[in-house]
């Protein structure tokens, strides 16, 4: 016990440590993934929680599982080898145990079915929308709508190498961020021009494809503010490594003037062709 908690005292410690010389506070250290982390991002919406703890649940059955069976089978290798057990049983049934080990794996499953489907119709959809953001994938980059925000609409492409300023995120940077509100509960609708594509936004726990032709539907609600990244999940090409997604969770204030300034923008802007649009794309995963 005393070493637990000086071994807990040790990793609380050196975590400190690193997030003050990065220079960087913990909740956004832990926005993207880690050199040598063990375990998933840290959970920014109620359905990344809810499957970090049927995560935590599963872990726990399958260990508790393989060590069963591991000794099980060190028991079998000592006690009925050839020199332990020189006249090995004839027995070929036991109705007994042929039951239990039919049985339990049953009752397991079982056991297992029932937050599993909760937690699937949970990250299904969302009956009270706050918002709707379309995405749409292309490529190699991603284009937004936000229907209820007077059709703002822009694309998003990856920065290149060459203008990563300091503290960005090579090839998770985009020149044009998603910008939702913290607390409101997102539709997201999505679909693809071209091959299918994936929405995927680990903090988030949403992982969805885009399929041409084809309407899918997610949703999510940020607990907290603060930047948060993901990628393309699918393989949708040779710049499939090159699609970047950023999103940024202000608070309502904030996406109130953002919505603002966007329609601004809009009105003395043109959107670029969507020829011009794909050579950038593929000049930015080129680094050219």
């Not at 990793?11 to 063990?38: N, T």
């Not at 397991?108 to 029932?114: C, E, F, G, K, R």
């Not at 059709?151 to 960005?168: H, R, T």
Request: aromatic residues 10%; positive net charge.
């Amino acid at each position: 016990m005393r070493f637990n908690r000086l071994l807990a005292s040790f990793v609380a410690c050196a975590a400190g440590a690193l997030a003050l010389v990065s220079g960087v506070a913990s909740p956004a250290f832990a926005q993207i993934a880690k050199p040598w982390q063990m375990n998933m991002q840290d959970a920014a919406t109620p359905v990344a929680q809810q499957m970090h703890d049927f995560h935590d649940i599963l872990l726990v059955l399958i260990s508790v599982i393989s060590v069963f069976v591991l000794l099980l089978l060190i028991y079998v290798m000592v006690r009925f080898n050839a020199k332990a057990n020189p006249t090995p049983t004839r027995t070929t049934h036991n109705t007994l145990v042929e039951v239990v080990w039919t049985v339990v794996p049953v009752l397991i499953l079982v056991a297992i079915t029932v937050p599993s489907f909760k937690l699937l119709y949970f990250q299904d959809r969302t009956t009270q929308p706050d918002m709707t953001l379309k995405v749409t994938g292309h490529q190699w980059y991603w284009s937004y709508a936000y229907p209820d925000h007077g059709n703002i609409a822009f694309d998003s492409l990856m920065v290149p190498d060459e203008e990563i300023k300091p503290g960005q995120h090579r090839l998770l940077e985009t020149d044009n961020r998603v910008v939702v509100p913290v607390d409101s509960n997102v539709r997201v609708l999505l679909t693809s021009d071209d091959v299918l594509h994936s929405w995927a936004v680990p903090a988030f726990g949403v992982k969805t494809d885009t399929v041409p032709g084809r309407l899918n539907e997610t949703w999510f609600r940020a607990i907290r503010t603060g930047t948060f990244y993901g990628q393309c999940s699918e393989l949708c090409g040779v710049n499939h490594g090159f699609m970047p997604i950023t999103v940024e969770v202000v608070s309502k204030a904030d996406f109130a003037k953002w919505v603002a300034s966007k329609k601004k923008a809009a009105a003395l802007q043109a959107p670029a062709p969507r020829v011009e649009l794909a050579r950038r794309a593929d000049a930015s995963a080129r680094g050219n």
